[in-house]
């Protein structure tokens, strides 16, 4: 790809043992090595991804010719046909009968079914708040002066703590 010989690569290693020396060459080498090996993933996947985009390109393009073809090999629809059933006919046999469309139109199915129709529910409105409603509540007063004992057995038969 450089033209890079291996007589050159040796003048190359033999510069970079003298002027660096034998302890710091290895770790050189080393980390040349794993910017290479990086460098060739890069490449690989880059290389890959565009493979990837003409192979989708190119499935694109044979399924268009694929639909083209399968619409121009189809007759055409004849004039009356809409795609909707027949208006006289029932969708299903056990359907309920449909609503005519002016009776569609007078009911609103806007709001909660718990009123009645054509009425408008009621607005929300809290209830208002008293001055016994913010007192704080009144709390039973406990005895904590002496435990309650009677699930305990006698005093002889507990641990002395």
């Known amino acids: 790809m450089f033209g890079v010989d291996f007589s050159e690569l040796a003048v190359i290693f033999c510069v ?3 002027v660096l020396g034998p302890k ?10 794993r910017w290479v090996g990086k460098a060739r993933v890069m490449a690989r996947d880059f290389q890959q991804q565009l ?3 003409v192979n989708l390109e190119e499935l694109n393009k044979m399924t268009d010719l694929q639909t083209r073809q399968a619409q121009a090999q189809m007759p055409p629809p004849p004039p009356e046909f809409t795609g909707a059933p027949p208006p006289d006919t029932p969708t299903y046999p056990y359907s309920a009968p449909e609503a ?9 199915d806007t709001f909660s079914h718990a009123h009645a129709p054509g009425d408008a529910p009621m607005p929300h ?9 913010t007192a704080a509540p009144a ?3 406990l005895d904590l002066s002496t ?12 641990r002395s703590t």
């Open 16 to 18: 970079a043992l003298v």
């Open 24 to 33: 710091r060459l290895p770790g050189l080498v080393k980390k040349v090595g």
């Open 51 to 53: 493979e990837n985009e």
């Open 100 to 108: 005519s469309a002016a009776a569609d139109a007078t009911t609103d």
């Open 125 to 133: 409105e809290p209830e208002p708040v008293t001055a016994a409603d």
């Open 139 to 141: 709390q039973a007063s």
């Open 147 to 158: 435990p309650d004992e009677s699930h305990l057995p006698p005093d002889d038969a507990r």
